[in-house]
Protein backbone atom coordinates (compact mmCIF):
# COMPACT_ATOMS: atom_id res chain seq x y z
CA UNK A 1 0.00 0.00 0.00
CA UNK A 2 2.72 2.13 1.04
CA UNK A 3 3.57 2.03 -3.23
CA UNK A 4 0.38 4.21 -4.15
CA UNK A 5 -0.72 5.45 -1.01
CA UNK A 6 -0.62 8.71 0.96
CA UNK A 7 0.88 8.00 4.90
CA UNK A 8 -0.91 10.39 6.08
CA UNK A 9 -3.96 10.88 4.48
CA UNK A 10 -4.50 7.16 3.09
CA UNK A 11 -5.21 8.55 -0.43
CA UNK A 12 -3.15 8.09 -3.51
CA UNK A 13 -0.42 9.32 -3.48
CA UNK A 14 0.97 11.67 -6.53
CA UNK A 15 2.42 9.20 -9.11
CA UNK A 16 -0.06 6.41 -8.47
CA UNK A 17 -3.22 9.87 -8.90
CA UNK A 18 -1.51 10.53 -12.21
CA UNK A 19 -1.70 7.07 -13.33
CA UNK A 20 -5.64 7.36 -12.38
CA UNK A 21 -5.66 11.10 -14.86
CA UNK A 22 -3.81 8.91 -17.47
CA UNK A 23 -6.45 5.71 -17.01
CA UNK A 24 -9.80 8.04 -16.61
CA UNK A 25 -8.73 10.17 -19.58
CA UNK A 26 -8.36 7.28 -21.79
CA UNK A 27 -11.50 5.76 -20.91
CA UNK A 28 -13.61 8.80 -20.68
CA UNK A 29 -12.29 9.06 -24.48
CA UNK A 30 -13.21 5.71 -25.20
CA UNK A 31 -16.76 5.81 -23.33
CA UNK A 32 -17.38 9.35 -25.20
CA UNK A 33 -18.21 11.10 -21.65
CA UNK A 34 -17.04 14.13 -19.83
CA UNK A 35 -14.56 13.74 -17.34
CA UNK A 36 -13.80 16.94 -14.37
CA UNK A 37 -10.50 17.08 -12.57
CA UNK A 38 -11.13 19.11 -9.12
CA UNK A 39 -7.66 20.74 -7.35
CA UNK A 40 -8.21 21.76 -3.25
CA UNK A 41 -5.37 23.90 -1.74
CA UNK A 42 -6.06 24.90 2.15
CA UNK A 43 -6.22 28.23 2.76
CA UNK A 44 -3.38 30.17 4.88
CA UNK A 45 -2.00 26.08 5.99
CA UNK A 46 1.88 27.16 6.73
CA UNK A 47 0.22 29.58 9.37
CA UNK A 48 -1.47 25.99 10.98
CA UNK A 49 1.65 24.65 10.93
CA UNK A 50 4.28 27.58 12.15
CA UNK A 51 1.27 28.39 15.11
CA UNK A 52 0.60 25.10 16.23
CA UNK A 53 2.78 22.81 14.47
CA UNK A 54 3.22 20.05 12.18
CA UNK A 55 1.56 17.32 14.21
CA UNK A 56 -1.64 19.51 14.47
CA UNK A 57 -1.10 20.58 10.46
CA UNK A 58 -1.26 16.76 9.94
CA UNK A 59 -4.34 16.39 11.64
CA UNK A 60 -5.98 19.57 10.12
CA UNK A 61 -5.05 17.08 6.33
CA UNK A 62 -6.45 14.10 7.57
CA UNK A 63 -9.84 15.98 9.15
CA UNK A 64 -10.27 17.51 5.68
CA UNK A 65 -9.49 14.31 3.32
CA UNK A 66 -12.07 12.57 5.51
CA UNK A 67 -14.54 14.87 5.32
CA UNK A 68 -14.37 15.52 1.60
CA UNK A 69 -14.32 11.72 1.80
CA UNK A 70 -17.55 10.96 3.06
CA UNK A 71 -18.99 13.38 0.22
CA UNK A 72 -16.88 11.80 -2.89
CA UNK A 73 -19.21 9.87 -5.39
CA UNK A 74 -18.35 6.41 -5.80
CA UNK A 75 -16.90 6.30 -8.90
CA UNK A 76 -14.63 9.21 -8.03
CA UNK A 77 -11.17 9.07 -6.83
CA UNK A 78 -8.73 11.08 -4.81
CA UNK A 79 -5.11 12.38 -4.66
CA UNK A 80 -2.67 13.68 -2.65
CA UNK A 81 -0.93 15.97 -4.92
CA UNK A 82 1.93 17.59 -2.02
CA UNK A 83 1.45 18.89 0.80
CA UNK A 84 -1.68 20.45 1.72
CA UNK A 85 -3.22 20.24 -1.78
CA UNK A 86 -5.67 17.24 -3.40
CA UNK A 87 -6.91 15.96 -6.73
CA UNK A 88 -9.84 14.38 -7.40
CA UNK A 89 -11.29 13.04 -10.29
CA UNK A 90 -14.94 12.98 -11.41
CA UNK A 91 -15.69 10.64 -14.00
CA UNK A 92 -19.16 10.93 -16.26
CA UNK A 93 -19.00 14.38 -14.82
CA UNK A 94 -19.57 18.01 -16.32
CA UNK A 95 -18.37 21.24 -15.45
CA UNK A 96 -21.52 22.33 -13.80
CA UNK A 97 -22.25 19.28 -11.34
CA UNK A 98 -18.39 19.59 -10.60
CA UNK A 99 -18.52 22.65 -9.20
CA UNK A 100 -21.41 21.98 -7.22
CA UNK A 101 -19.76 18.80 -5.35
CA UNK A 102 -16.69 21.24 -4.95
CA UNK A 103 -18.67 23.63 -3.39
CA UNK A 104 -20.19 21.42 -1.26
CA UNK A 105 -16.67 19.97 -0.05
CA UNK A 106 -15.70 23.28 0.62
CA UNK A 107 -18.60 23.85 2.54
CA UNK A 108 -18.17 20.79 4.29
CA UNK A 109 -14.12 21.46 5.32
CA UNK A 110 -14.70 25.45 6.19
CA UNK A 111 -17.23 23.69 8.83
CA UNK A 112 -14.54 21.88 10.56
CA UNK A 113 -14.02 23.16 13.99
CA UNK A 114 -10.45 22.04 14.77
CA UNK A 115 -9.04 22.30 18.33
CA UNK A 116 -5.38 23.12 17.85
CA UNK A 117 -3.04 23.81 21.05
CA UNK A 118 -0.37 26.55 19.88
CA UNK A 119 3.31 24.92 19.66
CA UNK A 120 5.02 26.57 23.22
CA UNK A 121 7.70 25.67 24.73
CA UNK A 122 5.64 25.92 28.38
CA UNK A 123 3.26 23.12 27.68
CA UNK A 124 0.42 25.55 29.34
CA UNK A 125 -0.67 26.81 26.04
CA UNK A 126 -4.67 26.66 25.74
CA UNK A 127 -6.56 25.19 22.86
CA UNK A 128 -7.72 27.37 20.19
CA UNK A 129 -10.47 26.70 17.79
CA UNK A 130 -9.83 27.56 14.18
CA UNK A 131 -11.39 26.68 11.20
CA UNK A 132 -9.44 26.60 7.71
CA UNK A 133 -10.77 27.01 4.90
CA UNK A 134 -9.98 25.67 0.77
CA UNK A 135 -10.03 26.71 -2.12
CA UNK A 136 -10.89 24.51 -5.84
CA UNK A 137 -10.20 24.88 -9.15
CA UNK A 138 -12.14 22.56 -11.63
CA UNK A 139 -11.46 21.58 -15.13
CA UNK A 140 -13.29 19.49 -17.65
CA UNK A 141 -11.46 17.10 -20.18
CA UNK A 142 -11.45 18.83 -23.30
CA UNK A 143 -9.94 17.03 -27.06
CA UNK A 144 -6.90 19.27 -26.36
CA UNK A 145 -5.66 17.44 -22.58
CA UNK A 146 -3.24 14.68 -24.11
CA UNK A 147 -1.27 14.15 -21.08
CA UNK A 148 -2.08 14.57 -17.80
CA UNK A 149 -0.26 17.38 -17.25
CA UNK A 150 -2.30 19.02 -19.79
CA UNK A 151 -5.32 18.42 -17.54
CA UNK A 152 -3.38 19.36 -14.41
CA UNK A 153 -2.59 22.51 -15.37
CA UNK A 154 -6.23 24.17 -16.25
CA UNK A 155 -7.66 22.93 -12.83
CA UNK A 156 -4.42 24.52 -11.05
CA UNK A 157 -5.06 27.72 -13.05
CA UNK A 158 -8.77 27.26 -11.88
CA UNK A 159 -7.18 27.33 -8.55
CA UNK A 160 -5.12 29.81 -8.68
CA UNK A 161 -8.08 32.19 -9.91
CA UNK A 162 -10.04 31.19 -6.52
CA UNK A 163 -7.02 31.85 -4.68
CA UNK A 164 -6.77 35.40 -6.57
CA UNK A 165 -10.36 36.50 -6.36
CA UNK A 166 -10.35 35.75 -2.20
CA UNK A 167 -9.55 32.22 -1.37
CA UNK A 168 -12.49 29.81 0.24
CA UNK A 169 -14.64 29.31 -3.35
CA UNK A 170 -14.75 27.35 -6.75
CA UNK A 171 -13.46 28.39 -9.88
CA UNK A 172 -14.38 26.51 -12.82
Given at each position: DLAVLDELTRLSNRRQFLQQIQQEMAEARRLNQSLALVIADLDHFKPINDRYGHLSGDQVLR????????????????GRLGGEE????LPDTGLIAAVEIANVWRSKAGAIQHQLRPASHEGDAKSETAAVTASFGVAVLQPNMQIPSDFLRVADFKLYEAKSAGRNRVCG
Open positions: AFTETVALALPANASAFGFL
